[in-house]
């Protein structure tokens, strides 16, 4: 998949959720100039992926998988539950949002 591929999916999901570009930015907490990303930004981070997701209602392993990232420091749990076959989606969904739910957590702890 194409850094076009991924801006068009971005693009696509933000567009039937009906939500505008300034809000995405707002809701996802990313400013307006990174979120470029629907008009082709490079490599978004893996935390800008999660935060893009929550925003949008998608799945984070679903947008790891769209943006074909592979975490170089990260975890590739999301990942795996994403391609998990004995998975149903609900489950996947559920599963990652634990995941992601245990990952901030650990962020806010870290920061403090």
């Known amino acids: 998949m194409t850094d076009r591929d991924f801006s068009s999916f971005v693009r696509d999901v933000r ?10 930015s ?12 629907e008009r082709g930004v490079r490599r978004p981070s893996g935390a800008v992926l ?6 949008l209602r998608v799945a984070t392993p679903i947008m790891y998988l769209r943006a074909n990232f592979t975490p170089e420091n990260g975890s590739a ?3 795996a539950i994403a391609t998990d076959r ?12 634990m995941y992601d739910s245990f990952v ?3 962020e806010r702890t870290s920061a403090r």
């Open 86 to 97: 004995e998975l149903t989606s609900k489950q996947k969904q559920t599963l990652a949002e």
């Open 26 to 37: 707002d809701s996802a907490g990313v400013s307006n100039p990174y979120l470029q990303g």
């Open 15 to 24: 567009k039937r959720a009906h939500v505008s570009f300034r809000e995405l």
């Open 104 to 106: 901030n957590e650990n």
């Open 77 to 79: 749990m999301p990942l």
């Open 50 to 55: 999660r935060q893009l997701a929550l925003a």
